[in-house]
């Protein structure tokens, strides 16, 4: 009986130890863990040194570990743009728009719908390729206009709707130009004219005017083509598409006076 409680006695002591163990080690552990701002700050350290890697994991043990802190939700930020610096759009445009449907009031809303317009604007390569990527950029860019007018971004937005606006211009005045060499003059106007309308903040506007200028001479249209020149020259004076089309009205005005003498003769 006696060895019986000295045994029960004997099981209860070590329990009240390993007890005491388990909770010593649980506050260990419990000690160990950093605090959301310092994990956040060793995250961004590891990003600074270009760590991508090493980085983004970190970003997401944070977001794991402290869900609902304010580090996490700029961690979520930070993974997305770490996708964009390794040039993974399409897992960075994902990650951006997570963020503008769970944190709609987010102090730096403005920068998440720019990046996202970027993403789209980065994979925007030649004039002569697909143009999807242009439709989306100014859609996106437009959207940080509109939502965001006074943002640093809008300003910014405004003139890489620009560029891109530009990206398209480029299209239309290569195509119009081999209609031009085809001696197709109609549909060398066509692109021409949607130049005009749609695209008059670019560079390729004088010429493009310069252009129709031609396409008139070439098509026996001479009143339109001194018309065009007029107006090339009345918002493009020092152009040098303007001096060229003036060269070729000075020509047709030649031709003019050569034909009336001919003319006088008879």
């Not at 956040?40 to 590891?46: H, L, N, R, V």
């Not at 997401?60 to 570990?65: C, H, Q, R, S």
């Amino acid at each position: 009986m006696l060895s019986r409680i000295i045994l029960l006695q004997f099981l209860l002591v070590l329990l009240i130890s390993c007890a005491n163990q388990n909770n010593s080690s649980s506050i260990e552990n419990k000690d160990n863990i950093k605090k959301p701002k310092e994990m956040y700050q060793e995250a961004k350290s590891f990003f600074d040194k270009d760590e991508y890697e090493i980085s983004n994991d970190l970003f997401e043990e944070l977001k794991k570990i402290y869900p609902l802190s304010n580090e996490a939700i700029q961690a979520e930020v930070m993974i997305g743009f770490i996708s964009y610096l390794k040039l993974d759009y399409e897992s960075a445009i994902s990650q951006f728009d997570k963020i503008i449907i769970k944190y709609p009031a987010h102090k730096n809303l403005d920068y998440i719908y720019y990046m996202r317009a970027m993403c789209n604007y980065e994979q925007i390569t030649h004039h002569g390729l697909d143009g999807t990527y242009n439709e989306l950029a100014i859609t996106d860019f437009k959207q940080v206009i509109k939502r965001f007018p006074d943002s640093e971004y809008a300003k910014d937005s405004r003139q890489k709707i620009i560029l891109v606006k530009t990206n398209k211009a480029a299209k239309h005045m290569e195509i119009g130009r081999f209609y031009l060499k085809q001696k197709k003059y109609s549909a060398a106007l066509n692109r021409f004219k949607i130049i005009l309308d749609d695209y008059s903040m670019t560079k390729f506007a004088p010429e493009a005017l310069h252009r129709m200028v031609e396409s008139y001479y070439y098509m026996g249209m001479i009143d339109d083509s001194r018309k065009t020149a007029s107006i090339l020259g009345y918002n493009y004076p020092k152009s040098e598409w303007y001096e060229y089309s003036y060269n070729l009205i000075n020509k047709i005005n030649d031709e003019g006076k050569l034909f009336k003498k001919i003319r006088n003769l008879f």
